[in-house]
């Protein structure tokens, strides 16, 4: 437990104590843009295979128990969150790094899930986090999950933060008729949700859909715990 409590801090202080901050602007100011990405992405896999490895030996101490009767709306948020992570994944965004310099377009960066929100990626992320911390009910899974969520949601907090201060105005615009929370901007009257789904199309649902009912069908080999009988 020792070193997945470690890998954890690890994790969580590269992203929290590094990216986002103005720690971060030095690094990329005496690093270049292009060295500070690569160390980072480093760090961040270093950091990602340490957790795995350290969750997959940790004893297991339970607190509230698996709740089997959960799974099903553990389901349809590991669902969402996959057509969330899909769907940002494919879709241009000025929050992603290397593509700030898209906020120069204006309202031609808003389109698609971005209507929804302007975090697609890390929301998925959080949710399915939230979803396996909720169904296993261990404390190595509140560990590593509840990081991954705290670092998703935290994460989008961040970003918006970087960019505000490294664009400014542009940023400012960007914001306007976008939300962090999935379907604020829409519900404030801020965008409409109808131009998202068109500009969304069949494609990027349809491969997100499919890597779902392939992670959910082959489970149980893949991370040793089956959801659906063969």
């Given at each position: 437990?020792?070193?997945?409590?470690?890998?954890?801090?690890?994790?969580l202080?590269?992203?929290?104590?590094?990216?986002?901050?103005r720690?971060?602007?030095?690094l990329v100011?005496r690093?270049?843009?292009?060295?500070?990405r690569?160390?980072?992405?480093?760090?961040?896999v270093v950091?990602?295979?340490?957790?795995?490895?350290?969750y997959?030996r940790?004893?297991d101490?339970?607190l509230?128990?698996?709740l089997v009767g959960?799974?099903?709306?553990?389901?349809?948020?590991?669902?969402?969150?996959f057509l969330?992570?899909?769907?940002?994944?494919?879709?241009?965004?000025?929050?992603?790094?290397?593509m700030?310099?898209?906020?120069?377009q204006g309202?031609?960066t808003v389109?698609?899930?971005?209507?929804?929100?302007?975090?697609?990626?890390?929301w998925?992320?959080?949710?399915?986090a939230?979803?396996?911390?909720?169904?296993?009910?261990?404390?190595a899974?509140?560990?590593l999950?509840?990081?991954?969520?705290v670092?998703a949601?935290?994460?989008?907090?961040?970003i918006?933060a970087k960019?505000?201060r490294?664009?400014?105005?542009?940023?400012?615009?960007f914001?306007?008729?976008?939300?962090?929370?999935?379907?604020?901007?829409?519900?404030?009257?801020?965008?409409?949700?109808?131009?998202?789904l068109?500009?969304?199309g069949?494609l990027?649902?349809?491969?997100?859909i499919?890597?779902?009912a392939?992670?959910?069908?082959f489970?149980?080999?893949?991370?040793?715990?089956?959801l659906?009988?063969?």
């Amino acid at each position: 437990m020792n070193s997945l409590i470690a890998a954890t801090v690890f994790f969580l202080l590269i992203h929290f104590g590094v990216s986002g901050t103005r720690l971060r602007d030095v690094l990329v100011a005496r690093m270049g843009a292009g060295m500070y990405r690569g160390a980072f992405a480093l760090a961040s896999v270093v950091g990602i295979v340490w957790m795995s490895r350290a969750y997959g030996r940790a004893p297991d101490i339970e607190l509230w128990g698996q709740l089997v009767g959960l799974h099903p709306l553990a389901a349809v948020l590991v669902f969402i969150a996959f057509l969330y992570v899909g769907i940002g994944l494919a879709t241009p965004s000025p929050t992603v790094a290397g593509m700030e310099a898209t906020l120069a377009q204006g309202a031609a960066t808003v389109r698609g899930i971005v209507r929804i929100t302007r975090h697609p990626f890390l929301w998925g992320v959080g949710l399915w986090a939230i979803a396996h911390l909720i169904v296993n009910g261990d404390l190595a899974s509140v560990i590593l999950f509840g990081a991954l969520l705290v670092l998703a949601l935290g994460g989008t907090v961040s970003i918006d933060a970087k960019r505000r201060r490294n664009f400014g105005d542009e940023w400012k615009r960007f914001a306007e008729v976008t939300s962090n929370v999935p379907f604020a901007a829409i519900a404030a009257g801020r965008n409409q949700f109808l131009p998202a789904l068109r500009e969304i199309g069949i494609l990027r649902p349809g491969i997100a859909i499919v890597a779902f009912a392939v992670v959910m069908y082959f489970h149980g080999q893949l991370f040793g715990a089956p959801l659906i009988a063969p």
